[in-house]
């Protein structure tokens, strides 16, 4: 080997320890980055979670719990399958207050915001047989709010 070729094996070596090295460094930077934005994300939902948990934990303790469940859907004909206009949804009186009812529209259509443990809910209309469905959820103590979509057919009397 002549003199010239033993010089440049070690630059071609040093440039692509430094190419390695960048390599590296950048791998290493996305590692922390995603590692800070999972941190950050995690932190955020706890913070949101403990705080939605306090509110229904006091909002229990009170006695004037807030509704946080929030159950739609539509109200049909099982016969027909035409909506039921000016149906009533509402919590079942043989429950836990406070209770909450709502009116479907001229499409069936119904929004009923109630609380998020599991009960009984009643769909009345007149010329129709009342139905009791169940709602909510028995995880609501660790995750106080969601929803539900519930679609009831009601069968003429």
């Known amino acids: 080997m002549s003199k010239r070729e033993e010089q440049a094996e070690p630059v071609e070596f040093w440039r692509e320890q430094a190419t390695d090295d960048r390599r590296d460094l950048r791998g290493l930077m996305i590692r922390y980055a995603l590692s800070f934005v999972l941190v950050f994300a995690f932190v955020f939902v ?3 979670w403990s705080g939605s948990a306090i509110h229904f934990g006091a909002a229990r303790v009170t006695g004037d719990p807030a509704a946080s469940y929030l ?23 043989g429950g836990h207050p406070p209770f909450f009812r709502a009116q479907a529209d001229q499409y069936g259509e119904f929004r009923l915001a109630t609380l998020s443990l599991s009960h009984d809910i009643r769909v009345t209309a007149n010329g129709y047989r009342m139905l009791t469905l169940r709602v909510g959820r028995e995880w609501f103590a660790w995750w106080p709010t969601g929803s539900q979509r519930l679609d009831v057919r009601l069968v003429r009397e």
């Open 46 to 48: 706890a913070f949101w």
């Open 71 to 93: 159950v739609s859907g539509a109200v049909r004909d099982a016969a027909t399958g035409e909506p039921v206009r000016w149906a009533e949804v509402a919590d079942d009186p």
